[in-house]
């Protein structure tokens, strides 16, 4: 209770949280952020475009086809269940 308290109230000083900022490790970190989330969004347009051109077309068709025979079941299931 205690040590929530007193984060609390570091988090609310304003003048250490721009200090804090302004530090080398949390610019560090700001920035391996940053270059991961770019990553991953090149990473998902890239993928997006392999399915569109069909270059996983039939990975991606077996995937849905799979997906799809899994739904019915599972719907046949709850309705004999019933």
């Keep these: 209770m205690v040590l929530r308290r007193l984060v609390y109230a ?3 000083n304003a003048q ?8 080398r490790p949390i610019r ?3 920035q391996l ?5 770019t990553r991953a969004q090149i990473a998902g347009k890239d993928a997006a475009r392999q399915i ?3 270059e996983l077309g039939l990975r991606g068709a077996r995937l849905r086809d799979t ?3 899994e739904i019915k ?3 046949r299931e709850m309705k004999e269940k019933k």
Excluded: D, K, W, Y
């Design 33 to 37: 952020t940053a270059f991961a989330i």
């Design 52 to 54: 569109r051109t069909g």
């Design 73 to 75: 079941e599972g719907m």
């Design 16 to 23: 250490l949280v721009e200090r804090l900022a302004e530090s």
């Design 10 to 12: 570091l988090i609310n």
């Design 28 to 30: 560090r970190a700001a």
């Design 67 to 69: 997906f799809m025979r």
